[in-house]
C-alpha cells in the first residue's frame, strides 16, 4: 500500500494533463483478488501469488491473473524492546524457533532463552487473507507443522501490527520492512539451527541471505493494453524513478 499511494500521486503529478485519477485501498492480498476477479479494480495490490481456488474463481470468472513484480521485500520478525534491553537489543532465531513461538510452544520469554525477561509472550498475528500472514506461514508455521496459538491477537494492517508491538510490553510480531520505523526490536533470523543470523537489511534480502524474503506485486485481469493507462503506469512502477519510490518507502 505505500508503494501504490506514493507512486499513484507521483504518477498524476507527472501527467496532470492526462483525464487521471487513481483510487488506493488497502485490505490485503485477499481483498486486492478477490475485487479483481469481480472487477471492481483494475489493479491489486498482493503481497503473495494467488490460491488455487483464486485461480479457479478467476477462471471461472472469465479473469487471467496476471503478476507485475513491483518491488523485493522482507517480512520482519519485530519485539517491543522490553524483550531486549537486557541482551543489547538485538535477539537471534531460527524460522523454527519463530514458528514455536507463534505456535505457543513457549510461555515465557525466559523459556526461549535463559538471558530473556521471565514474562509472558504477547503474540500479535495478521488477520485471515493477508498476504504478509501466508507468507508468515509459508517459513515459519507450515514447515514444521505447527498451528499458531489461539491465543495470538490479531490485528488488520501492517501499520497496525507495529502500533500494536510498540506499545505492548514483552510482545511479538512480524510486518513488511517498509513499517519498520525504530521504537521496536528486529530479530535477526536463521534458516536453520547452525546457520548464520541475518538482519532484513536492503542487502541481505537482495542477495537472498536473509530467509524471509517475498515480492510485492501488481496484479491485473490479462495483460494491460500497451499504452494504457494501467500499462503506463505499472511502467512508472517498475522505471528507475519509480523504483527510487519504492525504496524511499522502504
Not at 485490505?27 to 485461480?55: F, N, V
Not at 520505523?181 to 541471505?209: C, D, H, L, Q
Request: proline content about 5%; charged content about 20%.
Amino acid at each position: 500500500m505505500p508503494i501504490a499511494n506514493a507512486t499513484a500521486i507521483a504518477f498524476m503529478d507527472k501527467y496532470k494533463d492526462l483525464p487521471l485519477s487513481i483510487t488506493v485501498e488497502g485490505g490485503g492480498s485477499g481483498r486486492g483478488y478477490a475485487e479483481l476477479i469481480d472487477g471492481l479494480c483494475q489493479i491489486a495490490c498482493a503481497s503473495r501469488e494467488p490460491k488455487a481456488e483464486e485461480i479457479s474463481e478467476a477462471q471461472a470468472k472469465g479473469v487471467t491473473l496476471v503478476l507485475h513484480r513491483i518491488a523485493i521485500d522482507a517480512i520482519c520478525i519485530i519485539v517491543n524492546p522490553s524483550v531486549t534491553e537486557n541482551i543489547g537489543g538485538s535477539l537471534n532465531l531460527t524460522l523454527k524457533q519463530i514458528g514455536e513461538i507463534f505456535a505457543g510452544k513457549y510461555k515465557t520469554w525466559r523459556e526461549v532463552d535463559s538471558r530473556l525477561p521471565n514474562e509472558k509472550i504477547v503474540i500479535f498475528v495478521r488477520e485471515e487473507g493477508s498476504g504478509t500472514l501466508e507468507v508468515f506461514e509459508k517459513f515459519c508455521i507450515e514447515p514444521f507443522n505447527l498451528t499458531i496459538t489461539h491465543e495470538a491477537r490479531e490485528v488488520v494492517s501492517n501499520a497496525q501490527m507495529y502500533e500494536q508491538v510498540k506499545r505492548t510490553k514483552y510482545s511479538i510480531g512480524f510486518v513488511g520492512l517498509g513499517y519498520v520505523f525504530g521504537r521496536v526490536s528486529i530479530v535477526n533470523v536463521a534458516s536453520a539451527p547452525g546457520e548464520p543470523y541475518y538482519s532484513p537489511t536492503p542487502e541481505n534480502v537482495y542477495s537472498g541471505k536473509y530467509p524471509l524474503m517475498r515480492y510485492l506485486y501488481f496484479v491485473t485481469n490479462g495483460w494491460p493494453k500497451s499504452g494504457s493507462l494501467v500499462d503506463r503506469y505499472i511502467d512508472f512502477v517498475r522505471s528507475p524513478e519509480g523504483q527510487a519510490i519504492v525504496e524511499r518507502v522502504g
